[in-house]
């Protein structure tokens, strides 16, 4: 993905580079085995422990999937990504799109919601 039209800039490219020459290419090695990077960046924000987690996909389906519940209400843009829609579908929770960007249609969706 090139969300941010990053991608193709000279600097980015050559961060990514070194980054591969220097750690190599491979993430998959097991959390216990590996978790190294969730050490430091737990360290470094002060807290108990981290999850680094390889990609947005897995990241909105596990996330929004373990931390929303029957009970709860998501309400999302119809063009937001699908692992978001997935993951609402884990937890269980009601689902309601707003047409895409329409800041009204929302308003009058939570307004109708509130009632």
């Known amino acids: 993905y090139n969300c941010a039209g990053l991608a193709g800039e000279a600097a980015v490219v ?12 491979t993430v998959s090695a097991s959390r ?4 190294e990077l969730e ?9 108990e422990d981290a999850i680094v987690m390889l990609g947005g996909h897995t990241t ?6 373990h931390l929303f519940g029957p009970e709860d ?11 978001i829609v997935q993951g ?3 937890a269980g929770s ?7 960007n329409d ?7 939570l307004a109708e919601e509130r009632l």
Not at 103 to 109: S, T
């Open 14 to 25: 050559a961060a990514a580079q070194r980054a591969v020459e220097q750690y190599g290419t």
């Open 32 to 35: 216990v085995a590996g978790g």
């Open 39 to 47: 050490r430091a960046l737990a360290a470094f924000l002060g807290v």
């Open 60 to 65: 909105n389906v596990n996330c929004i999937g």
């Open 73 to 83: 209400l998501i309400v999302y843009d119809a063009l937001a990504h699908n692992s």
């Open 88 to 90: 609402a579908k884990l």
């Open 94 to 100: 009601r689902r309601l799109p707003f047409p895409h």
């Open 103 to 109: 800041l009204a249609a929302l308003d009058r969706l």
